[in-house]
C-alpha cells in the first residue's frame, strides 16, 4: 500500500513559532503595542498578510498599505535573521525516526505549509532532501482552513485524498485536512485539535506500529 503523509512545518517539523513572535513583537513595539506569547498563539498556522492584519486590530491601529507593505518586509528580514542561525538541533523530537520509518517502507512524504520561508528553513535543518514533494506559501492561492496546500500536496505525489495523511499543529490546518477527505493527526493540545482524527503531544507519542497501521489500513 502507498500512502501520502503531508507534513505542516512550523510547530511540527520545526518549532520556529518563537522566532515569528519575536520579530513581530519588535514591530509591535513601534506602534506603541505590547504584544505577548498569549496572543502569539492565533498567529499559528496564519498567512503573514493576515498576521499583519490581525497584529495591527490587536493594537487597534489603522495603517496605509506603504505602512504595511515595510513592515511585511522588515518583519521577514528579522525573522530571515533567526532562521539563518537555525540548525538540526531545531529539528521536533522524534520527527527524523517518523521520515525515516515511512520513507524505508516507500511511502509518499511531502510537505503542505502557509510559510513563503518552508525551502530554506528546510535547507538549513538539512531535511529538504527527505521531501518528494513541497507545497508552501509561495504556491497557494487560498489559505488554510482551505485545504487546497493538501490537495496540492496530494496531486503532487498523484495520490487520492482518502489516501493522504495530514500532520498539523493548528486548528486551521486540521480543519483543512478533514475538508480534503484526508486523515488528520494533531499534534499538539487533544483539547485546542479536538477536530483531528488522531492528537499526539508530539511525534515521540507517535510508534512505527501506529504508522505501519495507517500504512495498511
Ligand atoms: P512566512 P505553517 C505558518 O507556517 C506559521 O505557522 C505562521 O505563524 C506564519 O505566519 C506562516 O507560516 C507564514 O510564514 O512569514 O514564513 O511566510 O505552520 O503553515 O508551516
Ligand atoms: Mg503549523
Redesign the pocket.
Known sequence: MKKAFIF??????VD??KF?YLAWRNLAKGINFDFTEEQNEQ??????V??LELLLDMANYTATQEEKDIWLVQ??EE?LSYIKKMDQSEILPDVPRVLKHLLSKKQGVAL???????RP?LERVALLDKFQAIV??NDVTIA?PNPE?FIKGAQALQTQNVDCIVF???IA?VQAANTAGMISIGIGNAEVLHEADHVFANFTQISNEFLDHLIER
Do not use: M, P, Q
Open positions: 505542516d512545518l512550523d510547530g511540527v517539523i520556529t513559532a515569528h498567529f499559528k498556522g496564519v498567512s503573514r493576515r498576521s518583519k521577514n525573522y503542505g505549509s502557509a510559510s513563503k520561508n518552508a528553513i508552501d506559501g488554510k496546500v498539523e499543529d493548528s490546518g
